[in-house]
Structures are given as C-alpha cells and as structure tokens.
C-alpha cells in the first residue's frame, strides 16, 4: 500500500523559501507513468494545483507558480520536495503531495491514487 507522508517547517518568514518533502512509502517514485504532485489549500479557499515531477524526472508546474517553484526529487530516499521562494502570508496553507498514474493537472483529489494527510505552513513574521 503506498503512502505519502509531507514534512517541513510549520512556520516561515516572509520572503524566505519554503521547502516541504513528500516521502513515498510502499512504492517507487521511479514507477513508470507515474506523477508525483503539489497541492495546496489556503484557508477558506479551494484547492490549488501548483506542480509535478513524473516518474523520469521531468518537472511540470503551474503558470501561477512558476516563477517561484522548483519541485525535485531524491530517489534514494524516494522523496519528492516542493520548494516555493519568497513566501507572503498569502501562502499560508494546507499543503498535500500527492501521486497518480498519468498526468492529472487538476486539484480533484478522486482523481489521484494516492494523497498525503497535508501539513499546515504559516507565513509570518
């Protein structure tokens, strides 16, 4: 049974780089045709799509954060990491990894395979 499991800091400051890791359990993330994704919630918003990194290692991310995304992976740990520089406290979120097989560019959780409980980041000083 494959699990996804985020951690990283609860809290950042503004203008710092947030940096969250996805270990995969149960599972390669080296798996043919599979994606690895970032989702996040901010409070009282609906879920965002921001990124994914497919079993090859190519990256895909959201126009609406691109310029500040970078999403990598370590396959000896089988991790994946999110990375979203010069945070604001509009970041503030829930932040979900999540894993499908085949593409999916959407934030509708059923139509993953796999989806982490979500860690809570705060933006503030």
């Known amino acids: 049974q494959v699990q996804l499991q985020e951690s990283g800091p609860g809290l950042v400051k503004p203008s710092q780089t947030l940096s969250l890791i996805c270990t995969v359990s149960g599972g390669s993330i080296t798996t043919k045709y599979y994606y690895w994704t970032w989702i996040r919630q901010p409070p009282g918003k609906g879920l965002e799509w921001m990124g994914a990194?497919?079993?090859?290692?190519?990256?895909f991310y959201s126009p609406s954060f691109k310029s500040r995304t970078s999403i990598s992976r370590d396959t000896s740990k089988n991790q994946f990491t999110l990375q979203l520089s010069s945070v604001t406290p509009e970041d503030t979120a829930v932040y979900y990894c999540?894993?499908?097989?085949?593409?999916?560019?959407?934030?509708?959780?059923?139509?993953?395979?796999?989806w982490g409980q979500g860690t809570q980041v705060t933006v503030s000083s």
């Open positions: 990194i497919r079993y090859s290692g190519g990256t």
């Open positions: 999540a894993g499908s097989r085949g593409m999916v560019q959407t934030s509708t959780r059923d139509e993953y395979d796999y």
